[in-house]
């Protein structure tokens, strides 16, 4: 079956570094992507690896390991607004992305 | 990336009737997606829908329940018939750009009494 698993909550403190991980099983592989969710609004778009490797974009970079099946969402030098959900999604065969329930993250000061 | 609107943003319905929720983008697009997003929960995908042909669908969702038409490359409408309180959800739309990217609508926020 199709499954993605990531932690349910997160905390961490203003500039501190914070690692989402995502371990995800499916019938097949063409992509994972991160999303960030803040509440009652629609997912924005932060990331897309197909290759494995490190993806970096400014504060975020985002990291697969295809083999493992396991991607990570590192958020560096951390600040309030970056409070939020954090959805792992994978992309199987065909064009649809099976989404994981989510990371709550709170950030305090 | 492409600008998505949705229509209604929200709505209050009562049992029994339907919904339709329109999707607009600025861009002709090949691929258009009905999500939804029920309370708490991640997204599901409810069904692709194609230009000019019948919309494919996820399973446990049905055209009966959920008829989307698609009648060109900038427009698409999901409705959400015969509505019950359990149809209480966001529903968003999105579509695939570069990089097989997909981008989300602002989102419909339906409360069904």
């Known amino acids: 079956g199709q499954n993605i698993d990531q932690p349910t909550e997160m905390t961490a403190t203003e500039g501190a570094i914070v690692q989402i991980n995502c371990t995800y099983q499916?019938?097949?592989?063409?992509?994972l992507f991160w999303y960030q969710q803040h509440a009652g609004e629609a997912p924005t778009f932060l990331s897309y690896?197909?290759?494995?490797g490190l993806e970096e974009k400014g504060r975020f970079s985002s990291f697969l390991s295809r083999s493992k099946g396991y991607s990570y969402l590192l958020l560096k030098e951390l600040q309030m607004k970056d409070s939020a959900s954090y959805l792992c999604?994978?992309?199987?065969?065909?064009?649809?992305?099976?989404f994981g329930k989510g990371t709550t993250l709170s950030v305090s000061s | 990336s492409a600008v998505i609107s949705q229509k209604p943003s929200r709505d209050i319905c009562q049992r029994g009737t339907s919904l339709t929720i329109q999707c607009q983008v600025d861009?002709?697009?090949?691929?258009m997606f009905w999500y939804r997003q029920q309370p708490g929960q991640s997204l599901t995908l409810i069904a692709t829908?194609?230009?000019?042909?019948?919309?494919?669908?996820e399973s446990g969702f049905v055209i009966d329940k959920f008829p989307i038409s698609r009648p060109n490359l900038t427009f698409s409408t999901l409705t959400v018939s015969n509505m019950s309180p359990e149809d209480s959800s966001i529903y968003l739309c999105?579509?695939?750009?570069?990089?097989?990217?997909?981008?989300f609508g602002p989102g419909t926020r339906l409360l069904v009494l």
């Open positions: 829908a194609n230009q000019g042909s019948e919309a494919t669908y």
């Open positions: 861009s002709q697009v090949t691929m």
């Open positions: 499916t019938s097949g592989f063409n992509g």
């Open positions: 999105s579509v695939e750009e570069q990089q097989e990217t997909q981008y």
């Open positions: 999604a994978v992309r199987d065969r065909g064009t649809a992305l099976i």
């Open positions: 690896n197909v290759l494995d």
